[in-house]
């Protein structure tokens, strides 16, 4: 097959791997490079720098990895890259294949040196790789093309596009597989040319491709992100009457489009659906549904939903459900959160560090200190989860401004074996909640704790406060249930 990439300047060059010394003059022998570049620039150096590291015999394996490993990483060579492979294409002796096409098809994409590109891309459609027996195709030659096609489509090239898929489908065996479709068919509908899309997904099915379940996702999204919702529905419908089974990503597409057009109800439905038809729901899934309810007043509803879904096996383990608590306490529903937290925990959806924050401080905002304790409690022993000391100060204070010093005490104690890093602050919530109910003999014992790990800075700070310890009194009866209270 004739090649014809690129006509040599003058006439052929001489063998690049044997060259006369000293290299001839720019009137008598041909360069690699075009006209405009004279002998004095760079011609010398590079010849040499071929002759030095381009040793025969020269193959397409050979070139390759003088381009890929020699010149691609030369920083006054590397742009010369697809003269030099123009160059062997003229040698009688040499023919490229795919490890050459593939090579220079990436480089030149991802140098965006389209227009080259194209220029080999035409020229692979008269020199096609002649690797495989028989009348079979080349196995690499839609890799290749796919690759360029995609590029393409980055730099909303079009036309270009079109035209390697035109000229692939020529070389290839077969069909284009659809994947390749789907770079195009997402390219169209990322530049907001749907009809374009839509012409070229008409075209596969009349060219018998089977569209995938990505083929429909592209195009469902990309008509819900420009609000042709109506064109969404009638994309889903045909992509179940053409036996494509819609996946999670095609559901939320879609409940997250019924909720932006207030059809609450539908989308709720269309999250039964996605579970009657073994479709597992994702973390997207949730969060659009209690997105899309909170926003429409309905937060109790979502929360049955949950727990619903959380007694039904379906909901997600890893799923956060910080937002819905940070709702429900803003609101003063702690308890509604906490049995939220409570049910989802149970079926193994453990909450994550600053959902627990949130519940606490929801907790606490309503007084509920024992509540917000066995919360702290049951996140150490079962998760071995620890709060930052800020928060966990804030517990042990209002544990021992309500006469409980003692729990607030364990509590520290409990915390400490799970990793907490106590400060300085820990241990004078404690002094000053024993000196406060009258216990000495306790906070004297955490007092000279706090000696031992650094916290009281000199002895003066320390008979300060063995001296208050000494000085209180237990409070009496009355008192310790003024305390309590």
């Known amino acids: 097959?004739?090649?014809?990439?690129?006509?040599?300047?003058?006439?052929?060059?001489?063998?690049?791997?044997?060259?006369?010394?000293?290299?001839?003059p720019p009137t008598t022998t041909t360069s690699l490079f075009p006209p405009t570049l004279s002998?004095?620039?760079?011609?010398?150096?590079?010849?040499?720098?071929?002759?030095?590291?381009?040793?025969?015999?020269?193959?397409?394996q050979t070139l390759t990895h003088f381009l890929k490993s020699k010149l691609h990483h030369h920083p006054s060579f590397t742009h010369f890259d697809f003269h030099l492979f123009s160059w062997a294409s003229t040698l009688d002796t040499f023919s490229h294949n795919h490890t050459s096409y593939e090579w220079m098809t990436r480089t030149l994409a991802l140098s965006h040196r389209f227009s080259l590109l194209r220029t080999l891309l035409t020229f692979i459609s008269t020199n096609p790789c002649q690797c495989s027996q028989a009348i079979f195709s080349c196995p690499q030659t839609e890799p290749i093309f796919r690759f360029a096609i995609q590029y393409y489509c980055k730099a909303f090239k079009f036309d270009d596009a079109v035209y390697a898929f035109n000229v692939?489908?020529?070389?290839?065996?077969?069909?284009?597989?659809?994947?390749?479709?789907?770079?195009?068919i997402h390219g169209f509908v990322k530049s907001g040319r749907f009809d374009r899309a839509f012409e070229f997904y008409n075209q596969m099915v009349k060219d018998r491709i089977k569209p995938d379940v990505f083929t429909f996702n592209i195009l469902i999204s990309g008509y819900c992100r420009d609000f042709k919702f109506g064109f969404a529905l009638e994309m889903f419908d045909e992509m179940r009457k053409m036996g494509c089974h819609p996946n999670v990503v095609t559901f939320n597409t879609l409940i997250k489009g019924l909720f932006r057009e207030c059809r609450v109800d539908e989308g709720i439905g269309m999250v039964y659906e996605m579970i009657e038809l073994g479709c597992q729901l994702s973390d997207v899934t949730c969060e659009i549904l209690v997105d899309g309810l909170c926003k429409e007043g309905r937060v109790s509803q979502v929360c049955d939903l949950l727990m619903e879904f959380s007694k039904r096996g379906v909901l997600p383990k890893g799923y956060d459900y910080f937002v819905l608590v940070e709702i429900l306490c803003g609101k003063g529903e702690a308890f509604k959160a906490l049995e939220v937290i409570y049910?989802?925990?149970?079926?193994?959806?453990?909450?994550?560090?600053?959902?627990?924050?949130?519940?606490?401080?929801?907790?606490?905002?309503?007084?509920?200190?024992?509540?917000?304790m066995r919360l702290v409690e049951k996140m150490l022993k079962e998760e071995g989860m620890v709060l930052d000391v800020v928060t966990f100060n804030s517990v042990l204070q209002d544990l021992c401004d309500a006469g409980r010093t003692e729990d607030a005490n364990r509590l520290r104690l409990l915390a400490s074996s799970k990793g907490l890093e106590p400060d300085a602050m820990t241990y004078k919530i404690l002094v000053a909640g024993y000196r406060g109910e009258g216990n000495q003999s306790e906070g004297e014992l955490v007092v000279n704790e706090m000696l031992d790990k650094g916290f009281i800075p000199d002895l003066a700070s320390y008979n300060k406060l063995m001296d208050a310890l000494s000085n209180c009194q237990r409070p009496n009866r009355y008192q310790a249930n003024q305390i309590g209270r």
């Open 1 to 24: 097959m004739k090649k014809h990439l690129l006509k040599p300047i003058t006439k052929p060059p001489p063998p690049i791997l044997n060259p006369p010394p000293p290299p001839p």
């Open 39 to 60: 002998p004095t620039q760079h011609y010398t150096h590079f010849l040499h720098f071929l002759n030095h590291h381009l040793t025969p015999p020269l193959t397409p």
């Open 168 to 184: 692939m489908r020529r070389l290839i065996d077969g069909k284009p597989s659809v994947s390749v479709c789907n770079i195009l």
């Open 343 to 372: 049910e989802l925990w149970s079926k193994g959806c453990v909450p994550s560090l600053i959902s627990c924050i949130v519940m606490i401080d929801g907790l606490r905002g309503l007084g509920k200190i024992e509540e917000a």
